[in-house]
């Protein structure tokens, strides 16, 4: 047996780069409302961020036609080169910006842009700077890699925008990449046109990478969405992160993809050889579809999440001692419920167990999160307004 397997009497024991690895606290919220449902509760769901609306017939027909017609074999790991020509068609005509299919990689969801982005540019020891309160992944994949995680904190006196000049104050020579994410999970805050020119400014001056988790960039309200690709000198310096899952309501294709200078394409396709190997085929034609076909349904769907922030918003604001901004995109509201003077986690386990409602505390975002709950107001008009309520009744039972 090899001797770089190392056993106990338990079974395996993991590489010791295990216990750095974090996970994503929504669907272990999920777990635990489904254990709930199976003993017989109803459980509003309000926790995981997903739409709750079907992927369009259009595309789910040009995926069942891709199988039949044998789209079932390996294709080239960065992609297949007509649907990478035509994501970098469609990001270049929605950011204005000159791309082509060679700075395109896609992958199976758009996390793969993430892991392969850290792993392909950041070593042990160098500093990443992102987002806190932000995705939780951000985080876990810094860590994992033995890097340094420097948060920049959000705050609600800011909407929930970072500040850029306390950026260039964490910015140091050993800083290797930052993480912006706009329209932002879990706030749902959006950058503006100045935050982007200033963070441009600051990135190509140093010559820092940026990793632009975009995935929201079609689910927006208030505001215009601007890449932070289109700014002078960071088209060398941008990574692009975009999919199908949020705007086509494709979560379970797990299709994702990045936009990224040409040299890096390379090495992040290369890191998917030794993966993933490639994307599904099928599933890229209805890729293909999804972003060459009616987009009639993502319009209708950002009209309806646009409605239920409204709803949600004037609903949370109603209840005393909650206050709620209302975010310029994505599909998420971060109330603040600090006067309850309980832990963030603390009353999103009660509001759980006792009055039946799945919420996210805001520390599963980063501890800059402290006193906030999480939402997706991906649920319909009567969802929202029982799961508000309970979480009215939840609160004044604490």
Known sequence: MSTSMQTTGRGVAPAERMARLGTESAFEVLAAAKALEAKGHHVVH??????????????????????????????????????????????????????TGDHVVICPGAKPIMFFTIFALVDPGDEVIYPNPGFPIYESLIDFVGAKRVPITLREENQFRLDTNELRDLVTDKTRLIIINSPQNPTGSVLTPDDMEAIASI????????????????????????SIWSYPGMDELTIILDGMSKTYAMTGWRLGYGVMPTELAVRVARLQTNSNSCTASFSQRALLEALQGDQSPVEEMVATFKRRRDLVVDLLNDIEGVSCLKPAGAFYVFPNVKSVGRPAKEIADHLLQNAKVATLGGTAFGSDGEGYLRLSYAASDDVLREGVERIRKGLASL
């Open 203 to 226: 990135c190509a001056e140093r010559h820092i990478a940026v990793l632009a988790d975009e995935i929201y960039n079609r689910i927006i309200y208030d505001g215009e969405f601007r």
């Open 46 to 99: 309000l926790e995981i961020g997903e739409p709750d609306f079907d992927t369009p017939r259009n595309i789910v027909d040009a995926g069942v036609k891709a199988l039949q017609e044998g789209w079932t074999h390996y294709n080239p790991s960065a992609g297949m080169q007509d649907v990478r020509e035509a994501v970098a068609a469609d990001t270049a005509r929605r950011r204005g910006i000159k791309v």
